[in-house]
């Protein structure tokens, strides 16, 4: 799964296509893969590098994989810098075969992106500011490899290990996806495949790729429930100070019983098809269809759509075609591994394991997909 969504992102985002899906282990596979699944201590790395920065000075496995992700990726968009200017000096390229990013900085002196900056949206690179001033540049940099990479394919693998533990589900997603015919369009996918829309948003509601995000706020927060404080009177709202970070629990929010109801927990699709009725108290959530799992507001996942798009096109094209069985049975556990974007593991398998993801876990590699017949 993580190679059909390197390549996706690599060919929308950066015009460039790894051949992942070829067997092509690029050193940008290698490092992102190595990158991902990362153990406790480099997700906590992450946390304590916020506040003491010098650790990113240390010789540590995860620092150094990141030190060589970033002059990989920065070659790669020089490269295509480069060429597409070449090609838009001799007019050699149609708009649309040009990358999204391109575009950008192509899109005039104010509002446009310079190279370097066209960089940082795909890899936060070493002279990445912290803030930039205008248009995408108000955006913190991004790492859109990473953002686009990870987390889709991260949920793609849950949805298939789902999909093997719950074989009824499958069967009748299957069905839907043989009916339709065999090449949806983008129209289709998005409205015109029912079930195939609930197993998505059932697997992004339990499986979300971000457990959380933080956000620095000063406000005065409504409580759902009134609150006692501390002096015995009841409070119906929170006062934050300002500069106090608050973590949004978008996992915890998505399997919510009190907003999801009490079977909160269990991979249900068919509360997506039951309209208001399946969704209990996240009527009140906001997100992407009452969900967590993209964030909401402002900063809202910028990739939600395109994510949504590559998620159902790889399903329909996989479920059509191919069963998925787990292959130590249905009941084997699996866990979320720590890391950055947490990848499933076998419960008592090898900390290795976890960088095989989509390969051995859950599905053994001969018995992973029995071809249908027909
Ligand atoms: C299942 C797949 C994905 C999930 C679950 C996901 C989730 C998220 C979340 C939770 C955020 C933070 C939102 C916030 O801070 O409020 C985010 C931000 C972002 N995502 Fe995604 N994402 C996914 C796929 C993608 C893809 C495919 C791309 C690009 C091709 C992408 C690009 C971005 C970018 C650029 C941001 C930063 C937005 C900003 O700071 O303004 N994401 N995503």
Redesign the pocket.
């Known amino acids: 799964m993580n190679h059909v969504s390197l390549d996706s992102?690599g060919i929308?985002?950066l015009s460039h296509d790894f051949d992942a899906l070829y067997g092509n282990n690029s050193d940008v596979v290698h490092v992102l893969n190595a990158f991902s699944s990362s153990t406790s201590v480099s997700y906590n790395l992450v946390t304590l590098a916020q506040n003491f920065p010098s650790i990113l000075k240390l010789p540590l496995p995860r620092i150094q994989f990141s030190q060589k992700l970033n002059p990989i990726v920065s070659k790669i968009c020089q490269e295509m810098v480069s060429r597409t200017r070449k090609e838009k000096e001799t007019g050699g390229t149609e708009q649309g075969d040009r990358s999204c990013l391109v575009e950008a900085e192509e899109s005039g002196e104010s509002e446009g992106l310079t190279p370097q900056e066209v960089l940082d949206q795909v890899y936060e690179s070493q002279n990445t500011p912290e803030r930039c001033d205008t248009g995408l540049r108000h955006?913190?940099a991004?790492i859109?490899l990473l953002?686009?990479f990870e987390?889709?394919a991260v949920?793609m693998t849950w949805a298939y290990i789902e999909l093997a533990r719950n074989p009824g589900i499958q069967t009748k997603l299957r069905d839907e996806c043989l009916e339709f015919g065999p090449t949806p369009s983008h129209d289709d996918l998005a409205n015109k495949l029912p079930y195939l829309d609930a197993v998505v948003n059932e697997v992004?509601r339990l499986h979300?790729?971000?457990k959380e995000?933080e956000r620095a706020v000063q406000d005065v927060i409504p409580l759902s429930e009134p609150l006692r404080t501390a002096t015995g009177d009841f409070t119906e709202s929170v006062c934050i100070p300002k500069g106090t970070v608050v973590v949004v629990p978008?996992a915890a929010l998505n399997c919510s019983v009190s907003m999801w109801g009490p079977d909160a927990k269990t991979f249900k699709p068919s509360r997506w098809l039951e309209g208001d009725e399946g969704m209990h108290g996240a009527r009140t959530l906001q997100g992407y269809r009452h969900l967590m799992?993209?964030?909401?507001?402002a900063?809202?996942?910028?990739?939600?759509l395109?994510?949504l798009t590559?998620?159902k096109a790889v399903l329909f094209v996989l479920v059509r075609n191919f069963v998925s069985e787990m292959a130590d049975g249905p009941g084997v556990p699996i866990v979320e591994s720590l890391g950055t974007v947490p990848r499933p593991r076998v419960v008592g398998s090898a900390e290795a394991e976890v960088c095989l993801f989509g390969y051995i876990i859950p599905l053994a590699p001969r018995r992973q997909f029995r071809k249908l017949s027909g």
Do not use: H, P
Request: aromatic content about 10%.
């Open positions: 992102v929308v985002a955006r913190q991004k859109l953002a686009g987390t889709t949920t992004l979300a790729a971000a995000i978008l799992t993209f964030g909401d507001g900063r809202m996942c910028l990739g939600r395109f994510a590559e998620f």
